[in-house]
């Protein structure tokens, strides 16, 4: 199957959505997952997949082996891999960049393995190109009937209200009483129907729905913002001034709890990959550091303190450390500095890492001048990760994981790739 449509127009969730309910279904389902542009060759992609069933480094081939030798091992891997399951799901985001392999080799082998009897083996490609069908060969058009799925982004706003309501709503089994659900959709929708006017000029400049959820959080300062333009409304008033919400300080005020710890563990149950990998190389520095000072974890009672501790750590060097994970950590992926540098600012406007203070008369690294907003200021500022207790907390969750002992319920680098993973808990162990 190909499932084509414009970048955040939900391809990826729909995929996942039905794998969890496959899953429900046939406990003993087996998902494999390839990303078209972060493979130097055929081979490299055969191995990712057939390591995401095996864990076993040793009895691949080598990177230098041939396609063929490597396929042989792939298809003895599938074939194991049906004795104790009962279907298999390959996945190939950017399925585009499959196909611009020279004869397109992996594509053909693997609609081969589908076609032998016996073999459930599902395929699907997921991509941005609405024209990938006549990027492909004859040869291998002919081995399956393709079916083809198309995602939009919303077009209008009662498009995507409809998406952001499935985020939204509470389910009906969720044991609160049904007069309160339905009020809690009413008043959701209203207060989505009243950003229209200021989320236009967003929707025609096709943002992803993802866009708009996020200046939805917190959702109760949302519902509050709507409750109190109506009451202003009624009263004659002007609307007052939306705020910004995007920082854990402004959630933490709406939130239940009131504790910035619950705010900052909100955000990390939200955010991407490369974001998970930036703030990983930020506690990865700080760990060596308590390590060189002889094991004696220090206390600060103030932000200044910290920023103090953590005076050494610059973007320059996180960078440096997520580029050692591609070279030699075994993960697979090309090492692009934008889109890790795109993570840190991300990280930096939800209030996960903070830059440390510069003096004005204090020149830059190799006599850099430090003008505020400089690219030089960016890369050699010292900053730290508001979260590094909590990823002390994650990586010990996964060393018991690994050691069979029961870990705790939420832990979002168990979605992580393997690689990332083994590149986390390396440094606690020191």
């Not at 939900?10 to 389902?29: F, M, N, Q, S, Y």
């Not at 409809?162 to 009020?183: M, Q, R, T």
């Not at 809690?184 to 200021?198: N, Q, V, W």
């Amino acid at each position: 199957m190909l499932l084509l449509g414009d970048a955040g127009s939900g391809k990826t969730h729909a995929v996942e959505w039905c794998i969890d309910r496959l899953r429900e279904v046939d406990p003993h389902l087996v998902v494999m997952r390839a990303r078209g542009k972060f493979y130097r060759n055929d081979l490299e992609c055969v191995r990712h997949l057939a390591m995401q069933v095996v864990r076993d480094s040793v009895a691949a081939p080598r990177l230098n082996a041939s396609f063929d030798r490597g396929m042989e091992w792939f298809r003895e891997v599938v074939g194991d891999s049906f004795k104790s399951a009962t279907a298999v799901v390959v996945v190939l985001d950017r399925f585009e960049c499959f196909c611009s392999r020279p004869r397109q080799t992996l594509l053909y082998n693997l609609f081969d393995l589908a076609q032998d009897v016996g073999v459930r083996l599902s395929i699907i490609g997921v991509s941005e190109r609405l024209d990938v069908m006549g990027m492909l060969e004859k040869r291998i058009r002919s081995r399956f009937s393709m079916r083809r799925l198309h995602a939009y982004l919303p077009t209008d706003m009662d498009g995507l209200i409809k998406v952001l309501l499935s985020k939204f709503e509470l389910p009906k089994d969720s044991g609160l009483k049904p007069a309160f659900l339905k009020e809690l959709s009413k008043h959701l929708e209203a207060a989505l129907r009243a950003k229209g006017p200021e989320w236009q000029v967003h929707i025609d400049c096709c943002r992803p729905p993802s866009w708009f959820l996020h200046q939805c959080l917190p959702l109760a300062a949302t519902l509050g913002e709507a409750a109190a333009a109506g009451a202003s409304s009624k009263a004659g008033a002007p609307p007052l001034k939306r705020p910004r919400l995007c920082t854990s300080e402004a959630a933490s005020k709406y939130l239940p709890s009131q504790r910035p710890e619950d705010v900052r563990e909100l955000l990390l149950s939200s955010i991407c990959e490369e974001d998970h990998i930036v703030l990983i190389a930020l506690w990865k520095i700080h760990k060596r550091k308590e390590m060189k000072s002889q094991g004696i974890k220090r206390f600060f009672n103030s932000a200044n303190a910290q920023a103090a501790e953590n005076s050494g750590t610059r973007l320059a060097k996180v960078l440096h450390e997520v580029k050692l994970l591609h070279e030699g950590g075994g993960y697979v992926a090309s090492f692009v500095q934008d889109r890790y540098c795109g993570a840190f600012d991300r990280m930096l406007q939800m209030g996960l890492v903070r830059m440390g203070l510069v003096r004005s008369n204090e020149p830059g690294v190799c006599g850099l001048p430090t003008h505020a907003g400089s690219e030089a200021t960016m890369l050699y500022r010292p900053c730290y990760s508001t979260v590094n207790e909590i990823y002390e907390m994650l990586v010990l969750d996964l060393e018991k994981a690994s050691a069979g002992r029961a870990g705790q319920g939420w832990n979002p680098l168990r979605e992580l790739p393997q690689a990332i993973q083994n590149w986390a808990c390396r440094t606690r162990k020191g």
